[in-house]
């Protein structure tokens, strides 16, 4: 079974840096599979963050983290990073990555990881 989890949450300073990571295991040939990273603050929906696509592997930003937020994707070893700088305030809500097939319906999610930015 496909599977997804998250790590690298955690309460930081604005300003701060944290790098999430996402790992996938049961999956046949990752590279095949979209891979966004979401997130959801308290009562606000879920909004995509950043998103490499398995066709063309360059990275798109949501604008509110342009400049700041950097995903990189590593298919060899079924893992995904959000590298996150100068987070704010209103960066802080559970982190999600999802992973999307590109043919196909297939569609999963990991459990999340919480970030907190705050002074």
């Known amino acids: 079974q496909e599977q997804l989890v998250e790590s690298g949450g955690g309460l930081v300073q604005p300003g701060g840096s944290l790098r999430l990571s996402c790992v996938g295991s049961g999956f046949t040939l990752f590279n095949y599979y979209d891979i966004t990273w979401y997130r959801q603050a308290p009562k606000k929906k879920r909004e995509w963050v950043a998103r490499i696509l398995s066709t063309d592997g360059r990275p798109k930003y949501a604008d509110s983290v342009k400049g700041r937020f950097v995903a990189s994707r590593h298919n060899g070893n079924y893992t995904v990073y959000l590298q996150m700088n100068n987070l704010k305030p209103e960066d802080t809500g559970v982190y999600y990555c999802?992973?999307?097939?590109?043919?196909?319906?297939?569609?999963?999610w990991g459990p999340g990881t919480q970030v907190t930015v705050s002074s």
């Open positions: 999802n992973a999307h097939h590109f043919l196909a319906d297939n569609d999963y």
